[in-house]
C-alpha cells in the first residue's frame, strides 16, 4: 500500500501564493506518476498538473499554465505543486494521487488512471 499525505493548504487573497507538499510512503515504485488534482464544491474532480518520477515529464492544465508549477524530490519521495496569482477560481480542495507503473502519456492527466489518493487539502483564495 502507498499512503499519500498532503499538506500546505489554507486562505490566501487573490494574486498570492500557496505551495503544496505530497509526500508518499509505504511500496515503492521503480517508475510512477505523481499528479495533483482539485475538486471545487459542484464541480468535477479535474486535473491540475502532473509529474514522472523518473525523468520528470510534465503536464498542466491549460487553466493553470505559467502560474502552476510541479516539482518534485526524489530522495524525500515529495511532489511540490507551487501555486502563484492566484485567483478566487482556484479555490478547491486540493489531491495529490500516484499511477504506479506507468509509462508518461496521455493518461496522466485522467483521474481514473491513478491508484492511490491522498485525504486532500483545501485551498481557498478570497478577492
Known amino acids: 500500500q502507498v499512503q499519500l499525505l498532503e499538506s500546505g493548504g489554507g486562505l490566501v487573497q487573490a494574486g498570492g501564493s500557496l505551495r503544496l507538499s505530497c509526500a508518499a510512503s509505504g511500496r515503492t515504485f521503480s517508475s510512477y506518476i505523481m499528479g495533483w488534482f482539485r475538486q471545487a464544491p459542484g464541480k468535477e474532480r479535474e486535473f491540475v498538473a502532473a509529474i514522472s518520477w523518473i525523468g520528470g515529464s510534465t503536464a498542466y492544465a491549460d487553466s493553470v499554465k505559467g502560474r502552476f508549477t510541479i516539482s518534485r524530490d526524489n530522495a524525500k519521495n515529495t511532489v511540490y505543486l507551487q501555486m502563484n496569482n492566484l485567483t478566487p477560481e482556484d479555490t478547491a480542495v486540493y489531491y495529490c494521487?500516484?499511477?504506479?507503473?506507468?509509462?508518461w502519456g496521455p493518461g496522466a492527466e485522467d483521474p481514473d488512471e491513478y491508484d492511490y489518493w491522498g485525504q486532500g487539502t483545501q485551498v481557498t483564495v478570497s478577492s
Open positions: 494521487a500516484l499511477d504506479q507503473g506507468a509509462g
